[in-house]
């Protein structure tokens, strides 16, 4: 089938896909959303391993060339404990490497539950900048409200509020949206702070790092592949009215599926 395979909990892995058909847009998609069993951010990381392997199973059992885990739950948790069969990447890396190029003094982490409890992007971060203050927040209610597609709601701008005070409290010069969930929050963040602060999205570098791989070792398509193929395990009502809005036009088709 020759796609590249992205998984993610639910529809925030569309950023990523959105990012990924802006930077290689002759190449075909895989979409995976485990709807069925988000959040993620709340489980065990035994539980998130399990998840995590059963959809990379499925991926590489269809065929692609590549995946691409769009969940920052499932890179910090449970990537390190699996074996891809086919070249793969994670969010949380490409994530921090930008956090920690423009950040000048202190750099605040807003995360589901179990990223954040991880220590991930923490530790990523200290490794490359161990001069680097770290606020990191975690943010339980984002992905809830992202997938009710409440983006610009009353309600969750007073969540978001309470969530990024610790962050204001810090001084922080850049903020990294550590789920990519969290970039269809990003214009509602950017009013709560000053204009100088830096965002990181980690789907938009995880997609700039994947096309940058695939060319150099000339994998990625030379010309138009079939349409995007994408596949959810519960909701895909819900899923496909999200999914209009975040990638907008004849996006591919969609099923679903029983993992």
């Not at 959105?18 to 069925?36: M, Y």
Request: proline content about 5%; charged content about 25%.
């Amino acid at each position: 089938m020759n796609q590249i395979g992205v998984f993610d909990s639910g529809v925030g892995g569309l950023t990523l896909v959105r990012e990924l058909k802006r930077k290689l847009p002759d190449e075909s998609i895989l979409f995976l959303g485990d709807t069925a069993r988000l959040p993620y951010g709340i489980k065990s990381q035994e539980t998130i391993t399990r998840y995590t392997q059963r959809n990379v199973e499925f991926l590489e059992g269809l065929g692609v060339k590549a995946i691409v885990i769009a969940c920052n739950t499932a890179s910090a948790l449970a990537l390190p404990h699996i074996s891809p069969t086919v070249p793969y990447w994670g969010v949380v890396e490409p994530g921090a490497e930008r956090a920690a190029a423009v950040s000048k003094r202190c750099a605040g982490v807003l995360g589901t539950e179990s990223t954040i409890l991880s220590g991930a992007y923490q530790q990523a971060l200290a490794k490359r900048r161990p001069d680097l203050e770290i606020v990191s927040q975690a943010c339980p209610l984002f992905v809830p409200l992202v997938e009710e597609g409440w983006l610009d709601d009353s309600v969750t701008r007073q969540i978001a509020a309470r969530y990024v005070e610790p962050l204001l409290a810090r001084g922080v010069d850049t903020v990294v949206l550590g789920c990519t969930h969290y970039p269809l929050l990003a214009p509602l963040l950017r009013d709560l702070f000053d204009d100088g602060v830096a965002f990181v999205d980690s789907a938009e570098v995880t997609a700039a790092a994947v096309a940058r791989a695939l060319r150099a070792d000339d994998a990625a398509a030379a010309e138009p592949r079939p349409r995007d193929r994408f596949v959810v395990t519960d909701a895909a009502a819900r899923f496909e009215r999200l999914a209009h809005r975040i990638l907008e036009g004849d996006w591919g088709t969609l099923e679903l599926i029983d993992l």
